[in-house]
């Protein structure tokens, strides 16, 4: 079977990372269509992608039969509504982070998903980095014994907020939704658990500016506490992870960003051991994943589930640091 794929939002992230996944699926599925705003666009992209079909009405691209995916890649701001109107065409969506702005349209969009009995998938792709994979393998063997303390560090180095990042009503957030979610996630995909609180801080203070900076303190409902710094505002990247545990030791160099080459580093009573791992090829991954979900009729990594609880834990992320205060993770 080839499941079809539909582009929503013809912009940077779709044509560097998705389309070429889409692409990458082989037999198993490829593009049909894609959807912008502006008619050259659309058909450029179509062209360059191999779509069949280049549309500039979103419902064209749902009302499309043999579009059974579509791939969701606007500004944040638009995600929920156009996942729901998806769900109501019927289609199955793997959409980009953050699923939603606010708790109450994730969990609206989490419910038309229910409700159609169709797959959601938030695009959480770092799960799929063979690191984590590997990484999440050794926790539930528990290799280094019982996690007690992680470091997770994301940064993509100096990044200015650009385009319709530097308004709020399309961004929601600043370095929080761009890049500080998939370390929240990461952290509960490896530690199979839920956050119960959460203390945290930006560089803009008690201010609705947009951060750049966020350092967030997380405590586990299994008592694993958690370090997150997010930050766009240093020269250098520093994607780097580390998770202690009674026994041992996984340090992950060069890995919790997309494209990088890095290593793990395995530390326990027998020794350290150093692996090479590459995050190049985890969209590719990731897309075949939801593809197979698709086929399959599994409930995907990550779901609409983790959206929901990645929105969740945002909204406390950011009051904690606007309020001054440790906040509670809703569930
Ligand atoms: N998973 C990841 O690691 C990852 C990495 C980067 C981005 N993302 C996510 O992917 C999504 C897109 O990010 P991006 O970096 O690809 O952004 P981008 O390059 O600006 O692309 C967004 C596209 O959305 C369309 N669009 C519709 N309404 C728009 C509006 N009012 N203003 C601007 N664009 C509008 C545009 O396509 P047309 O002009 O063709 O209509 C635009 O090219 C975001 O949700 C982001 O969080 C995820």
Redesign the pocket.
Known sequence: MSVGWGIM??????GAAAAPAIAALGDAGRLVAAV???RA??DAFAAKHGAARAYTAYEDLLADPEVQVVYI????A??AEQAVAAARAGKHVLC??PLALTVADARRVVDAFARARLRLGT?F?TRHHTAFAETKRLLDERAIGDVILVQIEVSPGDAPLR??RTDPA?AGLGAI??IAV?AYDLLRYLLGAEVGEVTALTEVGRTPALERMVLALLRFHTGVLAYVNANQNVPYYQPDIAIYGTRGRIVGIDCTR?FRDGELRVLTESGERVAKHSSRDAVVRSVAAFNDAVVHGREPNASGLDGLRNVQLTDAVIASAREGRLVQVAS
């Open positions: 939002g013809t912009g940077n992230f779709a912008s705003r502006d666009r659309a890649s606007t500004p944040n638009q995600h980009e982070k695009h792709q385009g319709w399309l939704n761009n998939h997309p």
